[in-house]
Structures are given as C-alpha cells and as structure tokens.
C-alpha cells in the first residue's frame, strides 16, 4: 500500500504558524483482479472470455483516520468498484459503491460508524466460508450468494458498531434506516454477529434481516431495487461456523440458513447475480452446509477447495445443489499472485420449477450441471 501521512510539523507548515494539528493519514489502496474463464454452459452455450474480477471484486479505495487524543480516532473508508475489462463503475455506477463511511474510533470501546457498510454477516461469518477469502472468492459462493458471504449486498443508511477485542471475543451490530417518511419498514435492515478467537481456534455467528429487500418504491431504502440479491418483504439469514489453524493448514465448517417471505424474484446487477429466476410470491429457504480447507504447501504455493451442500425450497420444489471448488495459487511477490480455480455444480430435485445449475459470477446453465474454470492474475496495492 502507498501512504500519505500528512504529520503535525507539515500540517503546521501549511496552516498558521504556531498552531497545534492533530497528526492524520490517508492511505490508497486497491485490489485488481482478472483472468480467463471457461464455462461449459452458459444459458446453453460454452463461453470462453476475459473476464474481470472473478475472485474478488475489483477496487481502489481511500481510507483515513485522524489522531485526536486519548486513545479517539476520526476515521472514514472511500471505496469504489469497477469493471477492469470495460472499465465500468460497479455496484449500480455508484461512485462509492463498495463503501463509504465515516465515523470514530476508540482504543477502549471500538468504532461507531455511519454510511455504507458490511452487515454482520459478511464481518463474522465471512472469513470461515471459503469465498470470504482470497482462497475461493466468488466462484465458491452458495447459490445465488443466498447468504451474502461474497459482500453481494451492502447496507445502506447504516449506523454500525464494532467492539475492541476483549481477549479474543468481538462483537457488532448494525442498523439500515429506510429513510422514508411514513414508511419506517420498506426497505430497512439490521444485523448482529460475534466471534471468538483462541489460538487456532475461531467460532463464529451472525444474523441480518432485511425488510423490503429490493423494494422498488423506495429507491432510498437500506437495499433497495437493483441491490438486493432477493426482492422479497423479509429476509431473514442466519448461521455459524469455526476454523481451526494448525501448521501450514486451516480446515472450516459453517451452516448459513436464508428465510424469505414473499419472495418474487432473484437477480440482480449489483449483486452479481444473472439467474433472474421469478419466484412464485411465497416462501422460499435455502440451509447451506460448508467444508472448506486450504493448505500452504510453500510459503508461496497453497491449494484450497470447499464442498458445499445447499438444501433449498423454492418455487413449489426441493433442489439439492452439491457444488465443489479447488483453486491453486502462486504468490510471485507480497503484492502479486497467479492462480487457478475450477467450480463444478450439480442441482438434483428440481420438479418443473425450471431451476438450473447457477455458479456465482457467470450467467446460469441451460441444464442442471455446470462447471467453471478460471486462470488469472491478481496484484493489491
């Protein structure tokens, strides 16, 4: 990462003379990744293409913090998101659409912060999924991203609270506002999580819930039209998980549980999700079971896979998607890395529901298979 530290002696330099500055940074980074992606079928037809960020979203961002005393920080977070291969704004040509908040930092009692931001979920149980991490990203994401382990929706208007570590024990909690006068519920959220740490041991759980989700009279809601990955009255998403580190290895497992009540559709542009499967206006739940594992077999060269089972009800049927994931990685340096992943997917028990095989990040097969694979280069800075 660059960084710019602005100190006092400079700050005074440039302002009057004599005049006291509290010291502050602000540090650019990013992330761009890009590959070649194979598919076998794609709405019925093989594809072969550049393609951008199928990994981890790409991003550059600006994040801040300023010194004021007794252990209290200023602190704010700019992050965009964008297309590298067209060169497009993400998350619904936001210019910010990744993150954007500001808020204060304390050493004793942690960070209260306002704008938009991560649920709980994503905070907690995110890096015990395998696609919450740079060792499966996207790719290993459950159906639809149905419990939003891959950041697919952020949370708008949002007042979030994140604790200091009290030996090994964090906890947060957050809440989206509608905005709307008159109509507190459309399009409002909260979230709660935790974690603990010890040793190699990390256990974990969350909650988020999402009323309005999509909501297309509310364009100014906590997620509104086009940023949520369900458009449903409620969305209720649940779960817990552990990993434990122990030499060169990390082996995980986690259960995520999604609720929806009058669910109409699935899909969405922001969220990276390209089913746009229409749901039938009732319930719909999907309970997604998780075994992941990677191994660091030279400081440089890891391997990683994931086995996920998803037991979903939707559309009056049962599907049962049974999707695995390997990836191989080479770091060339701290910064720059090269890898190689393959997702195969499976959905059996579908009825006609016309539900069919959807690996996260390309558009859903013709049948109830498919299988993705992907080489590429991804550089931080």
């Known amino acids: 990462m660059n960084k710019f530290v602005l100190s006092s002696l400079s700050l005074a330099l440039i302002g009057a003379a004599g005049a006291a ?3 502050s940074s602000v540090t650019l980074y990013g992330l761009i990744d890009t590959g070649l992606t194979y598919t076998n079928n794609s709405g019925g037809h093989s594809n072969f293409q550049q393609a951008s ?12 913090s300023e010194d004021l005393g007794n252990g209290l920080k200023a602190i704010f977070v700019l992050e965009n998101g964008f297309n590298l291969s067209t060169g497009k704004l993400g998350q619904n040509s936001r210019m910010f659409g990744r993150q954007s908040f500001v808020g204060l930092s304390s050493n004793q009692y942690g960070a209260l912060t306002l704008g938009r931001q991560y649920d709980s979920v994503v905070d907690y149980l995110g890096p015990l999924s395998l696609n919450g991490t740079q060792y499966g990203g996207t790719l290993a994401s459950h159906p639809y991203d149905n419990d939003n382990l891959n950041n ?18 964090k906890l ?3 809440y ?10 459309d399009s409002r959220a909260y979230s709660v999580g935790a974690s603990y740490t010890f040793g190699g041991l990390v256990v974990a ?15 100014g809601g906590a997620v509104a039209a086009g940023d949520s990955t369900f458009t449903a009255a409620r969305q209720r998403t649940y779960g817990a998980g552990a990993s434990y580190a122990f030499g060169a290895a990390n082996v995980g497992l986690l259960f995520t549980q999604t609720q929806l009540n009058d669910a109409s559709a699935i899909g969405s542009t922001a969220s990276g999700t390209t089913s746009g499967l229409t749901l039938n206006g009732g319930s719909a739940r999907f309970t997604n079971y998780e075994l992941n594992g990677r191994y660091a077999i030279t400081p440089a060269l890891t391997v990683s896979g994931a086995y996920t089972f998803t037991d979903a009800r939707l559309n009056g049927a049962s599907p049962k998607y049974n999707q695995v ?12 890395d090269v890898y190689a992943e393959a997702a195969y997917q499976h959905v059996g028990s ?32």
Do not use: P
């Not at 208007?157 to 200091?164: D, G, I, L, P, T």
């Not at 989206?176 to 519920?185: D, E, M, P, Q, V």
């Not at 994931?325 to 720059?336: F, G």
């Open 205 to 219: 759980a969350g909650y988020l819930q999402l009323n309005g989700g999509g909501s297309t009279t509310n364009s």
């Open 172 to 174: 947060g909690a957050l």
């Open 152 to 169: 697919s929706v952020r949370i708008n208007n949002a007042v979030k609270y994140q604790s200091v570590n009290y030996g090994g024990f």
């Open 53 to 64: 960020g199928m990994l981890n979203g790409n991003r550059w961002g600006l994040r801040g």
């Open 350 to 381: 579908t009825g006609n529901s016309g539900i069919t095989a959807d690996i996260l990040g390309v558009s859903a097969s013709s049948t109830d298979t498919q299988v993705v694979g992907t080489v590429g280069i991804r550089h931080r800075f």
């Open 325 to 336: 994931t390997l990836q191989t990685d080479y770091a060339l340096s701290k910064r720059t």
């Open 176 to 185: 989206g506002f509608s905005n709307a006068a008159g109509a507190f519920a």
């Open 21 to 23: 500055h509290a010291q």
